[in-house]
């Protein structure tokens, strides 16, 4: 992880909770290079898009007076706790109703999905699949796959022990298996 992340610290937080303008300004500042690196990771954003997925996750840190920043339990480094805002933010709105009807494709349109070409159908089949996964085996694979953590990261991301980790996303693959297997 990034070092200058690393500096976001609970007595810069602080500062930034009683209000102190340039302890603010240095908070942005340290974060914001963080924030566009995971949100460059999601490869279907139009820039657009990720400009405004940036404010929205800015806005949720600061909006309330910073409750969102106060609700950080202290348990793991504030980097973690950022990166889980803005994979979350990011994953509601790919699962906008907006967001959904922006994208138009045709049968024949094909996806870059991780160096690999997925046909539209195959597509479909892999959503369908991980639709059945309750809402814990969703994430580890959103979070193992497409953001392509680590068993720990996922760990220490979901507040869970690793093996808790390693057993959803084994169940979570299990059950894809089976269901695609069915579709045959």
């Given at each position: 992880m990034n070092q200058t992340i690393d500096k976001l610290n609970k007595n810069l937080i602080q500062k930034v909770l009683i209000g102190d303008k340039s302890?603010?300004?240095?908070?942005?500042k340290l974060a914001e290079p963080f924030v566009w690196g995971a949100l460059l990771k999601y490869e279907q954003l139009s820039g657009e898009e990720r400009e405004d997925l940036f404010q929205e996750i800015f806005l949720k840190l600061f909006n309330k007076n910073n409750k969102r920043i106060k609700m950080w339990k202290e348990k793991s480094k504030f980097s973690t706790y950022l990166y889980m805002i803005t994979i979350n933010t990011t994953l509601?709105?790919?699962?906008?109703?907006?967001?959904?009807?922006s994208k138009k494709y045709t049968s024949m349109d094909t996806l870059k999905i991780k160096s690999q070409k997925i046909e539209l159908a195959d597509l479909y089949s892999l959503k369908q699949a991980i639709s059945i996964l309750n809402s814990s085996e969703k994430?580890?694979?959103?979070?193992?796959?497409y953001e392509q953590l680590?068993?720990?990261?996922?760990?220490?991301?979901?507040?869970?022990?690793?093996?808790?980790?390693?057993?959803?996303?084994?169940?979570?693959?299990?059950?894809?298996?089976?269901?695609?297997?069915?579709l045959e």
């Open positions: 302890a603010t300004l240095k908070f942005i509601d709105f790919l699962k906008s109703a907006a967001y959904n009807r994430k580890v694979i959103k979070l193992y796959y680590k068993e720990k990261e996922i760990a220490k991301i979901l507040n869970k022990s690793i093996n808790t980790i390693s057993s959803l996303k084994y169940r979570a693959i299990k059950k894809m298996k089976i269901f695609l297997k069915e």
